[in-house]
T-cell receptor, first 112, second 117 residues
Framework: SQQGEEDPQALSIQEGENATMNCSYK?????LQWYRQNSGRGLVHLIL?????REKHSGRLRVTLDTSKKSSSLLITASRAADTASYFC????????????FGKGITLSVRP | EAGVVQSPRYKIIEKKQPVAFWCNPI?????LYWYRQNLGQGPELLIR????????DSQLPKDRFSAERLKGVDSTLKIQPAELGDSAVYLC???????????????FGPGTRLTVL
């Protein structure tokens, strides 16, 4: 079963604009991660935010986490055509069930 | 440093035939994962290894799927016999030590796209 649910399912923006993608989840987590997948390729890790963190930055990426609302957002600033890809949030759990559970993904298209 | 290597990249078989996928993780990564990704969906975990031990195979359809990780390095995932519904991309990933009790960053291979006719 897939815990994370991304929103929107698809997003189309102009190059240079910002892209905001949201993820909601259902059960408590240890961390939340975002991955990118280009067409026909494997997933690439973008950023990890721990459950005790609220915001994290990496280059043009900004991730927020609100554990009270069980939600996260990924902001890509000044988007480029090369950012066109599918983006997945994945919730990380602890203990014997230590694994990532991926959402269905968001398809981002950045028009040149 | 080489990434996760998978082979083959593509495989087309007829239903009821067997098929096997191979994965070589990043050197030093103790944890290895096999995922299945259906079209338009996120990856779903099939099995997780810690070294040579399968610690989570709850989502592996054991009637037709099997996996092994000899010597805690390379791994093979097998389907026998394949069914039409097995058409998907099979992804292998590896990671190093868990992060403060939770899963850390995972490194994915390019995947094997399986088509069952």
């Amino acid at each position: 079963s897939q815990q994370g649910e991304e929103d929107p399912q698809a997003l189309s923006i102009q190059e240079g604009e910002n892209a905001t993608m949201n993820c909601s989840y259902k059960t408590s987590i240890n961390n939340l991660q975002w991955y990118r997948q280009n067409s026909g390729r494997g997933l690439v890790h973008l950023i990890l935010i721990r459950s005790n963190e609220r915001e994290k930055h990496s280059g043009r990426l900004r991730v927020t986490l609100d554990t009270s609302k069980k939600s996260s957002s990924l902001l890509i600033t000044a988007s480029r055509a090369a950012d066109t890809a599918s983006y997945f949030c994945a919730t990380g759990h602890t203990g014997a069930n230590s694994k990532l559970t991926f959402g269905k993904g968001i398809t981002l298209s950045v028009r040149p | 440093e080489a990434g996760v290597v998978q082979s083959p990249r593509y495989k087309i078989i007829e239903k009821k035939q067997p098929v096997a996928f191979w994965c070589n993780p990043i050197s030093g990564h103790n944890t290895l994962y096999w995922y299945r990704q259906n079209l338009g969906q996120g990856p779903e975990l099939l099995i997780r290894y810690e070294n040579e031990e399968a610690v989570d195979d709850s989502q592996l359809p054991k009637d037709r799927f099997s996996a092994e990780r000899l010597k805690g390095v390379d791994s093979t995932l097998k389907i026998q016999p394949a069914e039409l519904g097995d058409s998907a991309v099979y992804l292998c990933a590896s990671s190093s030590r868990p992060l403060a009790g939770g899963p850390g960053e995972q490194f994915f291979g390019p995947g094997t796209r399986l088509t069952v006719l």
